[in-house]
């Protein structure tokens, strides 16, 4: 019963992450973030919406980068892209999200987690 109740609400509210994210994108790929603290919510969703106009959100997400000077820099050079639509306000949330992201990936492979292969 207990274990029931918890994943359903888990449920609700990955939904809720998912439409939210799908009205930015279009798309309902990326992240699960129902876990995450709402100030990461804010900044994934610049990313989310500002990442997937010319490759899906895997690409990043999947780069495999966990290097903060590393994200500076791509997310530099995909903003000035023609037609980005990134903007220089964009870029510190863009760099909060993936610098919170790569600590993330980077503390569940220390813990030898390979549930989900860094998804
Ligand atoms: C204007 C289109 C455009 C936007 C917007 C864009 N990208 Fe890209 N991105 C590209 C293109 C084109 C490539 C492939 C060419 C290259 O590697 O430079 C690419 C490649 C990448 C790669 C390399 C993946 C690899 O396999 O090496 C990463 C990482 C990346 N983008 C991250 C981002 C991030 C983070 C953002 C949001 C800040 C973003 N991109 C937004 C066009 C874009």
Request: glycine residues 8%; aromatic residues 8%.
């Amino acid at each position: 019963m207990q274990r029931f109740r918890k994943t359903a609400s888990r449920t609700s509210l990955l939904c809720f992450a998912l439409v939210s994210v799908a009205c930015h994108t279009g798309t309902a790929e990326g992240v699960d973030m129902s876990a995450q603290p709402a100030n990461v919510r804010a900044d994934y969703e610049v990313f989310a919406q500002r990442c997937s106009k010319c490759h899906s959100l895997s690409r990043p997400l999947e780069s495999g980068i966990t290097d903060d000077a590393y994200w500076a820099e791509y997310v530099e050079r995909m903003r000035r892209q023609p037609g980005s639509g990134i903007s220089p306000a964009d870029v510190p949330p863009i760099l909060r999200f993936l610098h919170y992201y790569s600590s993330d990936q980077r503390r569940r492979r220390h813990a030898g987690g390979s549930r989900d292969g860094g998804k």
